[in-house]
Every structure is written in C-alpha cells, then in structure tokens.
C-alpha cells in the first residue's frame, strides 16, 4: 500500500468514532492528512465545539511535518521550548504539541499520513486516533499515554 485513500480514510474516522462512544467522549472531530499533510477528510461530530477541527488538522499536520506523534512534540516542547516555538512560527501556528496527532504506517513501515482528533482531553484524543488506526488494519506511531 502506497497511499492513504478516501475509503480508509473514513473506516479510521469511523472507528475512531465508535471508540469515542465507547468511551462516553466528548463530541470528536477527526483529520486525516496523506504523507503530504494534504487533507484527505475532516469529520466533525454533531456537537463538537467550533474549533475542533482547525485542531485536529494541526494536530495531524505536526505529526506529518516532523515525523513523529503530537505527544512527542509535546514532550519536545517540555525539553526545547524555544524550538519547538520556533517550529510553530515556521508553520504558521498550525502545530498543536499535545497527544491526539498520530503517523500512519503501512506494513512495510512507510509513512501513508496522519490522523488528528481533538474534542476531548488529549489523552482521550489520542487513544481514539489510534484505535481507529489500528481497527482498519495500519500501524500506528504514538507513545502511549
């Protein structure tokens, strides 16, 4: 698999929702970005605050841009504060340090694009995104809470 489609875009979206129910989460929105941090879907839960999915997207999008999860962003950003600012100002604010930005993988490891959900704590956010990545079959890369 050399890229991320529209169908299994929306099965992770999907499941993602379905472990929010599970989970009695605040209303999610779900981004899903291609390895060229292009936006492939957004889907915003009916109840999700206004800002969600601006959120979710950056959340996405830092994880493609650097190569890692938005928690370890976030841990970077504990560690190099002025760094990581640096690289917010550079994206144009669009960076969200904080869990619930996770890579996407194939089997063989390639980077297919990233997921990004915001709606509830970062955590919760975060255990969503992976769960859906995980139900439609692709590997994730996330430091688990």
Known sequence: MSRLDLD??????NEAF??????NA???SVAILDAGGKLIS????DGASMMRPEIAI???WGAVAMGKSSRSLGEDAQQRPSFVSALNTLAQGNLIPVAGGVLIRGPEGEVLGAVGISGDTS???????IFG???AGLCVDAVAA
Not at 8 to 13: A, K, P, Q
Not at 123 to 129: L, S, V
């Open 133 to 135: 990545v995980e139900a």
């Open 18 to 23: 379905q472990k929010s129910e599970e989970l």
């Open 123 to 129: 955590d919760i956010d975060e255990q969503c995104a």
């Open 58 to 60: 950056a959340k996405a």
């Open 8 to 13: 299994r875009s929306m099965r992770i979206t």
């Open 26 to 28: 605040s209303p999610l």
């Open 42 to 45: 957004l889907q915003r839960q």
